[in-house]
Structure formats: C-alpha cells, structure tokens
T-cell receptor, first 113, second 112 residues
Framework: KAGVTQTPRYLIKTRGQQVTLSCSPI?????VSWYQQTPGQGLQFLFE???????NKGNFPGRFSGRQFSNSRSEMNVSTLELGDSALYLC????????????FGNGTRLTVT | GQQVMQIPQYQHVQEGEDFTTYCNSS?????IQWYKQRPGGHPVFLIQ?????EVKKQKRLTFQFGEAKKNSSLHITATQTTDVGTYFC????????????FGTGTRLQVTL
C-alpha cells in the first residue's frame, strides 16, 4: 500500500509570496493533519481535516489555510510568506478522526528568503 | 492550552547503555502515542497506550502510561546505533477536540 505522498519535497520562496503544498493520504484514510516542524518549536499542529471539513485548528495566523477534497487529498496554503515560515511541513493521514495512529509523509521543506 | 513536555531534550549514550525519556502532560490524556524520527526522516508511529497504568513492550523498548494518564515513559534497554533519532510522545485530550499534541521530543545519540 502506498504511503502518504507530499509534493513538492523542496521549495524556495521569497517573502511576500504564497505557496501551496499538497498531500495524498494512504488509500482509505479519511483524516489528514498538517504539522509544522522547526528546530526550535518542534512539531506544531496546524489543522486537521476529516471528510472535507476542518475539525481542528492550531494556533497559527490566518495566513495558513487548508482544504480537503472529496478523494481525501489535502492542500495547505500559506500566503504572504515570512522568513519565520521556513520549516518542514509534514502531512499525516489516519484512518479515523481521533485516536488513530498518524502516518506521516516525507514532508515539504520550505525555505523563505 | 494543552502542553506536553519531554525530558531530557538530548541524551548521548554508549551502545549497550539504557535510555529513558519521560513525557508529561498538563492535562489528562485519553491516550498517548509514541513516534520515532530518524535524522532527515519523518516521524514513524511506534505504539499507542490507552489504559491507566498500561505497560507495553516491543523487543528492547518498554512503554508505560501513568496511573493518572498525565505522564508516560519510553525505556530502551541496551541501546544500539539503530536507536538513534528523536523520540516524540503525542497526547490526545479527553475532551471533544481530538488533535494530538506532540511533546518537545528527546534526541538520542548512540555511539560505539
């Protein structure tokens, strides 16, 4: 069974630009969560989607948004990029919402210059 | 909001020594999960604990969930170089919000 696929793997953007990251969950998984990982802050929860609805949201500014499609694929968007947005963005899928183990993708490494 | 702390932040051991990382939550948890992230990799699920006082073993790894369901520990017996990585606990609230809050992580370095 294919794992969680995230694209692109690497991205370099300039301050002020926007970016869209993509995540394809494991087949049959309906929940997709997004995390931001930085050396100083660890793994910070961004949001979770289940059946195309945002179920939970972390403490990130409105510049961070996401959505989930009917096939469970998810995208996250960051607008007006700041230097501090440089991080590894990890997507994780799970079979159900709540209590299910997360299966992470390889992540997208975003560098903002 | 919920906070999950882990100690130590970093530990360097010689191969064959034991290692323990501790996880403490500010709130009572419905369950706790443990993940391992190898350098340059992504977190990989190891185990989930649900019951108060639960103990589970995976070969050289022993996981415990505290009686009050607010703390947990991971103990590795006789570490090997393959154990190198960062170990994260992740707790889920007992409330209606079902998001996992990850701990700060413990980075383990093992040398020969």
């Amino acid at each position: 069974k294919a794992g969680v696929t995230q694209t692109p793997r690497y991205l370099i953007k300039t301050r002020g630009q926007q970016v869209t990251l993509s995540c394809s969950p494991i087949s049959g998984h309906r929940s997709v969560s997004w995390y931001q990982q930085t050396p100083g802050q660890g793994l910070q929860f961004l949001f979770e989607y289940f059946s195309e609805t945002q179920r939970n949201k972390g403490n990130f500014p409105g510049r961070f948004s996401g959505r989930q499609f009917s096939n469970s694929r998810s995208e996250m968007n960051v607008s007006t990029l700041e230097l501090g947005d440089s991080a590894l963005y990890l997507c994780a899928s799970s079979f159900a919402q709540g209590g299910s183990p997360l299966h992470f993708g390889n992540g997208t490494r975003l560098t903002v210059t | 909001g919920q906070q999950v702390m882990q100690i130590p932040q970093y530990q360097h051991v010689q191969e064959g020594e034991d290692f323990t990382t501790y996880c403490n939550s500010s709130t009572t948890l419905s369950n706790i999960q443990w993940y391992k992230q190898r350098p340059g990799g992504h977190p990989v699920f190891l185990i989930q604990l649900v019951k108060s006082g639960e103990v589970k073993k995976q070969k050289r790894l022993t996981f415990q969930f505290g009686e009050a369901k607010k703390n947990s520990s991971l103990h590795i017996t006789a570490t090997q170089t393959t154990d190198v990585g960062t170990y994260f606990c992740a707790g889920e609230n007992t409330g209606t919000a079902s998001k996992l809050t990850f701990g700060t992580g413990t980075r383990l370095q093992v040398t020969l």
